[in-house]
């Protein structure tokens, strides 16, 4: 089954006409043949929006006691239940009542999206969770009920519902937003009319990042060459450089001030930073992030080509980058300057030159290259070498002939000298060969000018050879490093595929991890405490971090910029809302500070919440198997049990009715009352036991009828003989529909309980009332009450209250709960003032 759609109309706050636009497009929809139900409409008494809604069919709410409050909230079950084309589910970001199925709505949204049914909801901007602090610094009102971003990520639409402050104000004076004080109270605080304005562009720039996400993602599905300038979008290229912070905040600057998004780009080209430089990344991307910018890691040999390709596939409109500080002949010869590159082969895309500051650029050895002083000690040497062979060689090679040695000198030099080193191997062998072998020896001079030809030629040929002998070394690298990366990812899902025990999954999971990255890991499960599952035991400290990156859901410790000191980098395992633990590892070396290598550990940690996930999922499944095995053997006992009881306890009654007419004597009359209640009794709970049966089976279908309230509580009390004196009726005379026979036995079973635990001289009041577009009935009595946290549990089978000596199976108050949702009703329990209970049933009109 495929999702449903979801269509959001986003507005600044309330009253700019977000419902009124969404009644309007499902009334265009329903005329278009869909069809459309109202799940959840809060009109706010306003005219317009109640005439729109007319001729759409509306879900009836369900009524949800809590504290002696009903609250009418969705009946998700009842809109899953019809099956629409299309629900209209207001306020997305309303919190349900405590005891509903989820704590939040736009969750219910998520479900009936699940089950391939479209909606069409509405939101206010400042309940999306990242404007939550932006809009309490604006308006001083702190917004409680929020909703995460990710959810306008799913929406399939999102339509500005758009008017200027002036508008909204004047709809407010007119009572079209708020009523009587409540307009004039909004009016001096939320709705003034720079909070409005502030609000306005949060709305409008929510928008527009849509629309920007939404051409970029043409762009790419499409293979058409960016940019398209619908928005300016920056992108700065981000190394180790001392001088690449200063860059990024200048980037930072510009973006806010052309109110673009932009990109911190790292380019790996197979060089390996030493540990100061690894810090210096590591530093210079999270300052990246934390000036609001995105971070992005690509491998390439070349950095030209990574980040334009980089900028075109993420619609960059700009690029900044550093000014060279130094030039000269042979930073151009060996492939020029960066920035000079940037700007003559970017096309439609502006480059920005930026002066990167103060100081020299430091030169890192790379880590897998001798220093470069020993590089340069090593060319010396092979040039001194070759220079002895081609020396002997001479007399039978010629000594044009030996320049071969010295240009296959150069290019074996590059697999393991950085350019510099090698561009000097090349010009110490051209100088080298006019000393040693052209005429007239033992000078530079030279008296042929094929010998002059020569030299010119090699000297460029052994350049060009060495720096590309370099490049495809580097390039080698990282296809090395991109194979290694791609099978360890390879490596631990055919781990996780083939283990059934989650134990040993994770076992050789983080085994796989240890290996990987030359550390120690472990992950840390639970709630609000972590403990140590499978690996090393983290010490205190350890085990602080791990519980901050879990609370945060956040990396923390090593290479993050939080907590960097730290011994172990801690990241949580987490799947949208839900938190799992922590993979924390002590990490052997620098490798993650390399934004590639993190990003390998990241993806390691999600194969891990998909372990953790399916683990969960398995346990469920066994669970809800395991219990709906019990289930199904405890409905054939009781039905079995009932069957059987009902037969004997019928001959008795017969059998003492036949005893009374023929015994004689007081005591064998009382005797025979006794077993004749015993018997009554005993029916009574044989009766229960059956109806509890057909009830779980699902074989009671309400039949609705019209019903007098005052009669039928009249014929309940009627039913209890002697003790009818107990009970006062208050009722007025009503009619109602429902299906009288379940209703009756439900409040039947909740008076006979109240008698069973009221006083003997305390009386019992069935009430029953109208209350709006429901009825209520109630049963109070001055039992002992129960605790509140106890009063749900009240309801399961064979419950009983605490310390209860008096005689009962513990089944009236579960068939009555069963029979009251049967006829779409609630049956609700709440204490009394001075002592005792109150049950009752609320049964919504428009269910019955």
Same mark, same amino acid.
């Given at each position: ?45 306003? +005219? ?84 939550? =602090? ?40 007119? !009572?079209? *937003? ?47 060459? !960016? ?11 981000? !190394? ?99 920035? =000079?590159?940037? #700007? ?108 002059? +030809? ?54 050789? #999971? ?33 085990? &602080? ?22 011994? +172990? ?86 059998? *003492? ?105 305390? =009386? ?15 049963? =109070? ?32 108050? &579960? ?34």
């Amino acid at each position: 089954m495929s999702n449903g759609r979801l269509r959001i109309f986003l507005g600044m706050c309330p009253g700019v006409g977000k419902t009124y636009a969404m009644l309007l497009a499902a009334q265009q929809c329903q005329e278009n043949g869909d069809e459309v139900v109202i799940g959840v409409i809060e009109t706010h008494g306003r +005219i317009e929006t109640l005439a729109l809604s007319a001729g759409l069919r509306r879900i009836p709410p369900l009524a949800v006691e809590h504290r002696g409050i009903t609250i009418e909230e969705m009946d998700l079950n009842a809109v899953l239940a019809c099956k629409p084309d299309l629900v209209l589910v207001d306020e997305l970001a309303h919190t349900n009542a405590p005891g509903s199925r989820h704590p939040k709505r736009y969750q219910d949204v998520l479900e009936i999206l699940s089950a391939g049914i479209d909606v069409y909801t509405t939101l206010n901007v400042q309940h999306l969770e990242s404007l939550r =602090d932006a809009v309490a610094g604006i308006t001083g009102v702190k917004v409680r009920e929020t909703l995460p971003d990710s959810l306008l990520d799913r929406a399939n639409e999102i339509e500005l519902v758009d008017i200027t402050p002036e508008q909204l104000c004047g709809r407010l004076a007119e !009572g079209k *937003v708020y009523l009587g004080d409540r307009a004039a109270t909004a009016a001096e605080a939320f709705f003034r009319e720079g909070n409005l304005r502030a609000l306005r562009e949060m709305a409008l720039r929510v928008v527009a990042d849509r629309a920007d996400r939404e051409v970029r993602t043409f762009l790419k599905e499409n293979a058409i060459q !960016g940019p398209w300038r619908s928005r300016e979008r920056l992108m700065v290229a981000v !190394g180790s450089s001392p001088h690449a912070g200063r860059l990024i905040r200048i980037t930072g600057r510009l973006a806010g001030m052309l109110d673009a998004t932009w990109i911190a780009v790292h380019v790996d080209t197979g060089h390996h930073d030493d540990d100061a430089g690894a810090s210096r990344l590591a530093a210079n991307l999270a300052l990246a992030r934390s000036l609001g910018g995105e971070t992005i890691s690509v491998s390439a040999v070349d950095p030209v080509e990574a980040l334009l390709a980089a900028a075109q596939r993420e619609n960059a409109t700009q690029i900044v980058a550093g000014k060279a500080t130094e030039s000269g002949f042979w930073r151009r010869l060996v492939g020029g300057d960066i920035a =000079d590159r940037l #700007a003559r082969r970017s096309g439609s895309i502006d480059v920005l030159l930026v002066h990167p500051g103060e100081g020299p650029e430091p030169t890192l050895p790379p880590r897998h290259r001798a220093p470069v002083w020993q590089q340069w000690l090593i060319a010396a040497a092979i040039l001194l070498g070759v220079s002895t062979v081609a020396f002997l060689l001479e007399p039978v090679m010629g000594y044009r002939a030996v320049t071969m040695l010295y240009m296959l000198a150069v290019a074996v030099s590059g697999l393991f000298l950085g350019p510099w080193p090698v561009v000097g191997l090349a010009s110490g062998s051209a100088l080298a060969w006019n000393f040693l072998f052209t005429q007239p020896r033992m000078t530079f001079s030279m008296w042929h000018h094929e010998d002059i +030809i020569l030299l010119l030629a090699f000297l460029i040929v052994a350049v060009i050879i060495g720096h590309q002998t370099s490049r495809l070394l580097r390039r080698e690298r990282a296809s090395q490093e991109a194979e290694s990366r791609a099978r360890a990812l390879y490596e631990l899902t055919c781990v996780l595929a083939a283990s059934v025990d989650f134990p040993e999954a994770l076992r050789r #999971a983080l085994r796989q991890i240890t290996h990987a990255f030359s550390g120690e890991a472990a992950v840390l499960l639970g709630g609000d405490h972590l403990k140590p599952s499978t690996g090393f035991t983290p010490t205190d400290k350890e085990l &602080s971090v791990s519980q901050w990156a879990f609370e945060h859901n956040e990396a923390a410790g090593r290479f993050t910029g939080t907590l960097p000191e730290a011994s +172990i980098l801690a990241i949580p395992l987490a799947s949208g809302e839900r938190k799992f633990g922590v993979l924390a590892l002590r990490p052997g070396g620098n490798e993650l500070a390399n934004p590639l290598r993190r990003d390998l550990l990241d993806a390691f940690a999600a194969h891990l919440v998909v372990l953790i996930e399916r683990d969960e999922a398995l346990r469920t499944l066994r669970d809800s198997k395991i219990q709906a095995a019990s289930n199904q053997l405890q409905r054939a006992l009781l039905d079995e049990v009932s069957h059987e009881l009902k037969t004997p306890v019928a001959v008795i009654g017969t059998a *003492v009715e036949r005893l009374r007419e023929t015994a004689s004597g007081l005591e064998s009359a009382d005797l025979l009352h006794d077993v004749e209640l015993a018997a009554r009794r005993l029916d009574r709970v044989t009766s229960q036991l059956m109806t509890l049966s057909r009830v779980q089976a699902g074989l009671v279908i309400p039949q609705p009828e019209h019903c007098d309230a005052h009669d039928l509580l009249s014929e309940i009390a009627g039913e209890f003989g002697e003790e009818a004196a107990r009970i006062r009726i208050d009722c007025e005379s009503f009619t109602f529909s429902a299906d009288a026979g379940l209703l009756h036995t439900a409040l039947a079973n909740l008076v006979r309980n109240a008698l069973q635990y009221s006083p003997a001289t305390g =009386d019992v009041i069935l009430r029953g009332r109208e209350q709006g577009n429901a009825v209520v009935f109630s049963v =109070d009595d001055r039992g002992p009450g129960m605790p509140e946290d106890k009063h749900e549990k009240l309801f399961e089978r064979f419950a009983r209250g605490p310390g209860v000596t008096s005689p009962g199976m513990g089944l009236g108050l &579960s068939i009555a709960k069963r029979f009251t949702e049967a006829i779409g009703g609630a049956l609700s329990c709440e204490n009394r003032d001075g002592g005792g209970t109150t049950f009752a049933i609320r049964l919504p009109r428009g269910t019955l």
